[in-house]
């Protein structure tokens, strides 16, 4: 159990290419629980592994994030989306970005196929608030911010 610090937008690695994970080791195990204590911590939806300084293609969610107390947190290695539909254009924000919020046009249900920490492949469908978390956190791993896509930036004073 660790918290990992979470890098802020205008550091280099944010900005690039994760690679995938070949073998699942130890470590990575290690990486995933320190990433959800991070994530939790934060009070954050997802969390992708670059925002934590690691290159690789692995992001976490909390499909419980809005119930206090109550977290279900979700691990993807070497997503990929499968199938998105529908659309809508919603406030988002990044634990990289703190205090700043936008507005994006984000597909609303978005499926993933991934690994879980077993290795085993599994496929998740988030709509919705996790629709848009999906695309957000698969974009980090190609060093893509929400805000290379924002529609409209908001005043933060406005959103909370
Ligand atoms: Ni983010």
């Known amino acids: 159990m660790a918290i990992l610090k979470i890098v802020e937008e205008g550091e280099e690695i944010l900005r690039k290419k994760c690679r995938e994970v070949s073998e699942i080791t130890p470590k990575i195990k290690t990486l995933l629980d320190d ?8 009070n954050g939806v997802g969390l992708a592994a670059p925002q934590v300084g690691i290159l690789r293609r692995i992001f976490i969610i909390d499909t419980n994030a809005e119930e206090s107390g109550n977290h279900n947190i979700i691990e993807f290695i070497n997503p990929t989306i499968v199938s998105a539909e529908g659309h809508q254009e919603e406030v988002e924000g990044c634990l990289s970005i703190p205090g700043k919020y936008g ?25 919705g608030l996790y629709g848009r978390c999906l695309c957000h ?12 896509k924002v529609i409209e930036m908001l005043d933060p004073d406005e959103v909370e």
């Open 137 to 148: 956190e698969n974009d980090h791993l190609d060093g893509i911010l929400y805000t290379d």
């Open 35 to 42: 990433m959800g204590d991070t994530l939790i911590k934060a």
């Open 103 to 127: 507005i994006t046009s984000r597909p609303m249900t978005v499926t993933v196929e991934a690994l879980d920490r077993d290795g085993k492949k599994f496929r998740y469908t988030g709509t």
